[in-house]
């Protein structure tokens, strides 16, 4: 058979399949990859530019097919027929068939961590959406994208681009394409996309100790999850809420939302398996730090008790003092049989007269006193001073005389 006969029994093959490789991909056709190769290795570059557009439109959705069926199987060969459909997609300005491919090859280099690459391509998918929607048909795909359709591939590149350069830390610029993406999801009332969206800028700002604007995005994604009446999305963002007030030490606002969280799980226990890990974690966590923050509250709380007994009897010894000091300090009452003249005195110099009229010596006085040899010898001179005589024999003499001792 020429080779001519055999490219047209291929076209025609590859056309009776063209209608499927516009949508997702089948998984049977993994089965038939190798024979679907063999059909596509006939197309040469020169071969390429001589065919009609019905052969390219049927090469193109086969190189698209067999690029699907490999991205899970060999990354190589499926990022090789992505190329190859894009070799016939783009100088023919395919829009549908380069946003397909260009997706697809960004998430390649997204799996090997070439962020680089996979923005690049990225970007070019998103391009894509741009011309379709400002009206760039496909033969590829005849029918005309509806704003629906639209609307539809740009929230997924735009939520896309913005996870990417999260990885890559450049977080305004993620949260600039995460706002786009979340104006699509709030027009067409899409509640459980905008409840994802809002969980993951709340997770980025708790991991950025951006406590705030986490609160804003979790309590957004609360009323989206409400809205939509999915009960697992609610518990996804109750999990954040639990993670964000563990971080932030409020551990009894945290554990109330932890233990919702951990409730459903337990009676859905075949859903989100690792979601439930995860917040079980947490409760450990958050028990853990409420064990610790307890154990200091009592120290606090001990240490208050300590601190206040401390003070009161300061205070009450100052107190003693004081009235001690002023005791003292006021003149000895006196009694009917002392004369006018008498010399004022206080209790602690009466005292101080009465053991000297009594033979103590100053050191003896200062012992029974509990005060210092000066002090003793101080108030002696102020006595003798006061009675105006000369040395201490004079002293007892003359208090005598006044009836003091």
Not at 149 to 166: E, F, K, P, R
Not at 374 to 389: G, H, Q
Request: with cysteine; proline share 3%.
């Amino acid at each position: 058979m020429k080779a001519s006969s055999i490219r047209i029994l291929l076209t025609a093959a590859l056309l009776l399949g063209a209608a499927a490789f516009s949508k997702a991909y089948n998984d049977q056709r993994i089965d038939n990859l190798d024979s679907l190769e063999r059909a596509v290795a006939v197309w040469t570059p020169v071969s390429i530019d001589n065919a009609s557009e019905q052969e390219l439109i049927a090469l193109n959705r086969a190189y698209r097919d067999i690029m699907l069926g490999y991205q899970e199987l060999n990354s190589e060969k499926a990022r090789f027929y992505a190329r190859k459909a894009l070799y016939i997609s783009v100088p023919r300005n395919w829009e549908e068939a380069n946003y397909d491919a260009y997706r697809y090859v960004g998430q390649f280099f997204y799996g090997e961590e070439k962020y680089d690459s996979a923005m690049f391509y990225y970007k070019k998918a998103l391009e894509s959406i741009y011309k379709m929607e400002s009206g760039a048909s496909s033969p590829t795909n005849p029918a005309v994208y509806s704003d629906l359709d639209i609307d539809d591939a740009l929230s997924v590149m735009y939520g896309t681009i913005g996870n990417l350069y999260n990885v890559m830390d450049s977080i305004p610029k993620a949260m600039d394409y995460y706002e786009k993406a979340g104006k699509i999801f709030e027009k067409r009332g899409w509640n459980e996309s905008n409840t994802v969206l809002n969980y993951n800028i709340g997770e980025t700002w708790l991991d950025e100790k951006e406590y705030k604007k986490a609160g804003m995005a979790y309590r957004k994604a609360l009323d989206c999850a409400e809205a939509s009446g999915d009960s697992l999305m609610i518990v996804l963002v109750y999990k954040g809420f639990g993670r964000m007030y563990m971080e932030t030490g409020k551990t009894w606002k945290s554990l109330p939302y932890l233990k919702l969280a951990e409730e459903w799980y337990a009676a859905h226990p075949d859903l989100s398996p690792s979601d439930r890990t995860d917040n079980l974690e947490y409760m450990g966590t958050v028990l853990s730090k409420q064990k610790k923050q307890l154990a200091w509250a009592i120290a606090i709380v001990l240490l208050l008790i300590l601190l206040a007994s401390y003070l009161v009897c300061k205070r009450i010894s100052k107190l003693r003092k004081e009235r001690a000091g002023e005791e003292a300090s006021a003149p000895a009452p006196r009694t009917p049989d002392i004369p006018e003249d008498a010399p004022e005195l206080t209790q602690r110099e009466t005292c101080i007269l009465d053991l000297l009229s009594k033979g103590y010596t100053a050191v003896q006085i200062a012992e029974a006193m509990n005060l210092s040899h000066e002090t003793i010898r101080w108030y002696r001179k102020k006595l003798i001073a006061k009675f105006d005589v000369s040395n201490t024999p004079e002293l007892i003499s003359r208090a005598k005389e006044y009836n003091l001792i």
